[in-house]
């Protein structure tokens, strides 16, 4: 229950008031060394790594794994000896396992820092938001832009420093982040990235310079966001301006209306789309 097909041998499980403690020892098959892929033929020590699990019980898991130091009998390698890694459960200068690491990396995704590191206090994992983001690794850029390429503005800090955000806004993921969001990154992105034939965007300038510069043949469009937030500013601004007339005009309607009955507001059979 605790290794399923992992190449360990549980030699006993004991608890204490905080945690459970799971002794347990390699006994898989000699490994490559990491250098030469070469097979290693003899055992050079062995010594007790502590690895951190997921919880059980509801409490704190901590495997204390025995493992094997072996030579590399090959003289072209650099390496004189490597420590053996169980596959599935540990793996180089790595205090947790790889289950645990998955778990984490999975708040981290969903939930960022310091509402992970909330959520595993909650679930009894010892893992501050540094840990969690530190987990997060940059997914390969295309060499080629999408199709249908988004970019929009984001604050690193709010009011200071400001990054790009590129997405293929057709598969809905992210394709990669800017540092800032000049018109001279964007147009050495899109340079170095061919292949866009539709950018979506919002009404900043320097985006605008950019496709005119880097893409000149790629149709810009504004996305549906900014969109209505522009009928929103250019209604709200007209009603400004004709306020007055908008009052007098109310105030007749409401005195050409005899007394009604006050309406009644039914709901709605069905939800709107969007």
């Known amino acids: 229950m605790l290794f399923p097909e992992i190449d360990v041998r549980l030699e006993r499980v004991y608890f204490t008031a905080e945690a459970v403690i799971a002794v347990a020892v ?3 098959p000699a490994p490559q060394c990491p250098g030469c892929r070469d097979l290693a033929r003899r055992v050079h020590s062995s010594y007790e790594r502590s690895l951190a699990e997921r919880p059980l019980t509801g409490k704190k898991l901590q495997v204390r794994l025995r493992v094997r130091r072996f030579f590399c009998d090959r003289s072209s390698c650099r390496r004189r000896t490597f420590v053996e890694q169980v596959s599935g ?5 790595r205090r947790s396992s790889l289950g645990l ?3 984490l990396h999975a708040v981290a995704v969903e939930l960022g820092g310091r509402p992970g590191e909330r959520l595993c206090r909650k679930m009894s994992l010892a893992a501050g938001r540094s840990r969690l983001l530190e987990l997060l690794e940059s997914p390969p850029v295309p060499e080629r832009a999408p199709r249908v390429l988004g970019v929009d503005e984001f ?3 709010k009011g200071r420093t400001y990054g790009s955000l590129l997405v293929d806004v057709e598969a809905g993921r992210v ?4 540092p800032d969001r000049t018109s001279e990154t964007f147009a050495a992105w899109l340079r170095g990235h061919p292949g866009a034939e539709i950018i979506c965007r919002d009404r900043a300038t320097a985006y605008t310079r ?6 000149p043949h790629a149709l810009e469009v504004a996305d549906r966001w900014h969109l209505l937030q522009n009928l929103a500013a250019a209604v709200e601004k007209t009603c400004h301006q004709h306020r007055a007339c908008l009052r007098k005009s109310a105030d007749e309607e409401t005195a050409r209306i ?3 009955p006050p309406l009644i507001d039914l709901p709605l059979h069905e939800l709107p789309r969007t």
């Open 26 to 28: 390699a006994c898989g």
């Open 258 to 260: 005899p007394d009604a």
């Open 175 to 178: 394709v990669d982040v800017l």
């Open 89 to 93: 459960l540990s793996e180089r200068y």
């Open 210 to 215: 950019a496709v005119k510069e880097a893409a």
């Open 155 to 157: 604050a690193f800090r």
């Open 101 to 103: 690491k998955k778990w």
